[in-house]
């Protein structure tokens, strides 16, 4: 276990430079005003507080005291984008630090996750200010959920350690208006695929975006974006959104309860998902519908208990609802099955899998979309694909027509936490809406 000296001199470190580049500001009604001189850009944006870095790995460091090297209080920080080709010794190199020392660092735990960097990140790092510069720190984002910070002790010795960073959010917000297709919209209003997707994904249970999307259908969202060091990191999740598809408009907030778990819903607390997603798999086409056919193995008209999606081998499997296996493993002709029971009256079938997900086995807990397996063709099966079967009391009904249940509203015990948000989220919307229509008035 790392003595805590260790671990408060890291957070020390990075709070104090983090702190040049953080605002607080909260999201309550009182300051909505406050928030909007805060506007930067086209993009609108806000900033929102932030917590704490939070450690979760510690290091195994020799016990006592442990102290930066008295030349890291003064010592000059530099970042560097990382380009194909680029290495650790490279990039030393370039702050004057000498070869050995990449290879010192490579030795010590979590410095072989320095070997391969990947080009368009930024490192930071702290080279002394003498002759022969030393490195004293570095800082190098392993994902958008862990970073590697690595420090030098007054004992001369190297000491990293793995850590959630810690990102200044800002709300943006974006709006757009279809000319042609939601995805030109949306790339005109600068929205990442991600966030576009993740917009589809909201509304794809009342909007269909293939067959439903009109010339002049609009949207607006508010969305959050991470920052590093004052540098954008990534995009994160859409926050609240407005879509208006032929004269009717669909809101969404996001509320995240105490058990950390997300969802989407409308102003009066209904879940924007449906309790089961309509197919299991991205599929290239239906191959065998519900109901008679004349089966290609056996020859005759046999009636066909679900629906067949074929898909290259290997395609990910998603649970299509929230529930519990009860059966994984092989079952006669199905092959490599998995079956899900959802409550008392729903259960799913999946069949054909060349293989099942890590950690499925009966009983575990499965959360919809989450993947189950991979698509395959064993038991009885002419090619790859998925065989789906969705049950209610026990009776197959056709999963390409068969009414889905709306997920659970919000539970009672947040309701004033929602309520209080979504005034919060409405009218930070209509304050942006209002001086993103100003802005083009004025063009």
Known sequence: MVPKAARQLIIQQLNQHNHRHIIFAGVSLGILSLLLLL???NANAIREDNLP????????????????SPLASQARWEEHVIQLGDTLTSLLGRSGIGQKTALTVSKIKHGH???????????????????EPRLLGLDYPLNSEKSLS????????????IHKPQYEHRIRFSAGVVENSLYEAALSANLSDNLTMQLAEIFGWDIDFALDIR????????????????????????????FSNRGKTYSAVRFVDKSGRA????????????????????FRRISSRFGKRFHPVHKKVKRHMGVDYSAKPGTPIRATGDGKIVLRGRKGGYGKTIIIRHGNVYSTLYAHMR???????????????????????????????LHYE????????????????DAQPIAHRYRKAFQQLLDSRNNQLALFKARHLAMLDAQ
């Open 39 to 41: 506007v930067t850009g």
């Open 53 to 68: 870095a939070q450690f979760e790995v510690d290091l195994s460091l020799p016990e006592g005291q442990v102290t930066l």
């Open 113 to 131: 996750k320095l070997r391969v960097l990947v080009p368009g990140k930024t490192i930071r790092i702290q080279a002394s200010d003498e002759s």
């Open 150 to 161: 690595l420090r030098l002790d007054d004992d001369e010795n190297y000491f990293a350690l």
């Open 215 to 242: 010339q002049g259908d609009s949207f607006s969202l508010l969305y959050d974006e991470q920052y590093l060091h004052g540098a954008k990191v990534g995009d994160g999740v859409i926050l609240a959104a407005e």
């Open 263 to 282: 969802h989407y819903y409308d102003p009066q607390g209904r879940s924007l998902r449906k309790a089961f997603l309509r197919t299991p798999v991205d």
């Open 355 to 385: 293989s099942y997900a890590r950690g499925m086995r009966p009983g575990k807990y499965i959360r919809q979309g989450q993947v189950i397996g991979y698509v395959g063709q064993t038991g009885t099966a002419t090619g790859p694909h």
């Open 390 to 405: 969705f049950r209610f009391n026990g009776v197959h009904r056709n999963p390409l027509t068969v009414r889905l249940p």
